[in-house]
């Protein structure tokens, strides 16, 4: 069974652009969060996406979006890039069974964005 | 919101000896703690996780540990290798309906020694 699978693997872009992400989960898995981790914040919650509805969303600006497709792909974008938002964004799926059911989050390899 | 306090930051045992990172967590609500390991240049990788019904549970060289009176929760690993070598994240989570949002410890590099 095919893991969570990040696009691109790296990325550079300058201050100003904008940058698109993709994650394609683990097959079945409907799911996706997406985590910032930097050195020194650690891992952030960015935003969750169930059934193609964002559910739940981290403390960060306006200029990080996301959206999640029928076949629960995910991308996720920023805009207006910052020299800060150079980090590792991870991708995690995950598939809830039954309400109220913990399940474990599968995590890609990360796209590590370079912005200069 | 939750927050979750990791110790320590660094550690280094000799292959063959044991190894514990521990984890305090804030929110009483939290039912779902899972351990991720990381090595360099991937993605976490999840190795053992508990539920709040569930005071400890075991899988090989690894086991997890949950007081939930104390909030708090421990990783062990016995026979360390130098392969186990990688940052450890601890992680608290209040799981509903759908994944949650998961609150992550500040990582623990292990360093094992051959």
């Known amino acids: 069974k095919a893991g969570v699978t990040q696009t691109p693997r790296y990325l550079i872009k300058t201050r100003g652009q904008q940058v698109t992400l993709s994650c394609s989960p683990i097959s079945g898995h409907r799911s996706v969060s997406w985590y910032q981790q930097t050195p020194g914040q650690g891992l952030q919650f960015l935003f969750e996406y169930f059934s193609e509805t964002q559910r739940n969303k981290g403390n960060f600006p306006g200029r990080f979006s996301g959206r999640q497709f029928s076949n629960s792909r995910s991308e996720m974008n920023v805009s207006t890039l910052e020299l800060g938002d150079s980090a590792l964004y991870l991708c995690a799926s995950s598939s809830p069974r039954d309400r109220g059911q913990n399940t474990e989050a599968f995590f890609g390899q990360g796209t590590r964005l370079t912005v200069v | 919101g939750e927050n979750v306090e990791q110790h320590p930051s660094t550690l280094s045992v000799q292959e063959g000896d044991s190894a514990v990172i521990k984890c305090t967590y804030s929110?009483?609500?939290?039912?779902?703690f899972p351990w991720y390991k990381q090595e360099l240049g991937k993605g976490p990788q999840l190795i053992i996780d508990?539920?709040?019904?569930?005071g400890e549970k075991k899988d090989q060289r690894i086991a997890v540990t949950l007081n939930k009176t104390a909030k708090h929760f421990s990783l062990h690993i016995t026979e360390t290798q130098p392969e186990d070598s990688a940052v450890y994240f601890c992680?608290?989570?209040?799981?509903?309906?759908?994944?949650?949002?998961?609150?992550f410890g500040r990582g623990t590099q292990l360093t094992v020694w051959p």
């Open positions: 992680a608290a989570s209040w799981r509903g309906s759908t994944l949650g949002r998961l609150y």
């Open positions: 929110d009483s609500a939290s039912n779902y």
């Open positions: 508990i539920r709040s019904n569930v």
